[in-house]
């Protein structure tokens, strides 16, 4: 997946304009004369890269619990509030739910919580046992910040586990389980 960044003031790639966005890999081969950031002399990759976004991930970690439409965790919505200022919703969204039904798509766990709601399928993405979805947090960092799950009581004995991810998937790059709940709670964790 290509990220774009935004072209710093005094950082020179040939044929871009200052404020222009350029993709990474449209840069040109280093050496050419349309060489990426790297072969620039003036180029640093902290000026040049956005830093965020940083991505929650709910992993559903429900055991022997496969029945129903609505199998695993069901997530309505993540929240996050910083003590240094900001909070806000998930923005963007990248999962893993197999055999989690259609009818949930994990475009309901964006935004503000939407429940209760019956069935859960009106306003959360049920995530299959195992499954688990992404959710983009728009800061540099979540360290200090209180994240909050809000998960629809649907069956007892639904888990999920919460990580914090430099990138939209969950593995490499993630750091976890930082706290869990499930069964239906509102929970909430501190990111260390």
Known sequence: MLRPFAVAAGVGIAGAGCGDVVEADDAGPAGSADAGPAASADATPDAAAPPGPVWIVVDD???????????????????????????????????????????????????????????????????????????????????????????????AGEAFEVWVCRGPELGDGCEGPLFGGGDGATTRGTIP
């Open 61 to 155: 970690v429900t055991t022997g619990l496969l029945v129903g439409p609505y199998a695993g965790s069901d997530v309505d919505a993540v929240d996050w509030a910083c003590p240094a200022g900001g909070a806000g919703h998930g923005t963007a969204v990248n999962d893993r739910r197999e055999g989690a039904p259609a009818a949930t798509p994990a475009e309901r766990a964006l935004g503000p919580a939407d429940g209760p709601c019956d069935p859960p399928a009106a306003c959360a993405a049920s995530l299959g046992a195992g499954g688990w979805v992404a959710l983009a947090a728009d800061v540099a960092s979540l360290s200090g910040c209180e994240v909050t799950v809000h998960e629809l009581a649907d069956q």
